[in-house]
Nanobody, 127 residues
Framework: QVQLVESGGGLVQAGDSLRLSCAAS????????MGWFRQAPGKEREFVAA????????FYADAVKGRFTISRDSAKNPVYLQMNSLKVADTAVYYC????????????????????WGQGTQVTVSS
């Protein structure tokens, strides 16, 4: 059974940095495109960032562009989300997601186009 496990969340102040990690158990995710999403209280889950299988291409939501960086070390499995210059508006539960390699497109910003999800890690940014 495939499982994604996020870690690295916590409570920080505005302007601080955090690095989230996503590890997979059950199989290696080196052949899967990966994404990060987040859900703030009372809001819908939204796209944050995505990375292709090779790691050569990355994509970001406008709200995090220039502050967040998604990366992967395919040989070691984890996918990372480096979050800098954090804002109070970044407070949310952050979810890691994986796309099956049978899907045609190399990435997606849509929740429905991801096949595997982690349980989420809380990120709280105080002012």
């Amino acid at each position: 059974q495939v499982q994604l496990v996020e870690s690295g969340g916590g409570l920080v102040q505005a302007g601080d940095s955090l690095r989230l990690s996503c590890a997979a158990s059950g199989r290696t995710f080196s052949s899967y495109a990966m994404g990060w999403f987040r859900q703030a209280p009372g809001k819908e889950r939204e796209f944050v960032a995505a990375i292709t299988r090779s790691g050569d291409n990355t994509f970001y939501a406008d709200a995090v562009k220039g502050r967040f960086t998604i990366s992967r070390d395919s040989a070691k499995n984890p996918v990372y989300l480096q979050m800098n210059s954090l804002k109070v508006a970044d407070t949310a539960v952050y979810y890691c997601a994986g796309r099956s390699p049978v899907r045609r497109d190399s990435w997606s910003k849509f929740i429905s186009e991801y096949d595997y999800w982690g349980q989420g890690t809380q990120v709280t940014v105080s002012s």
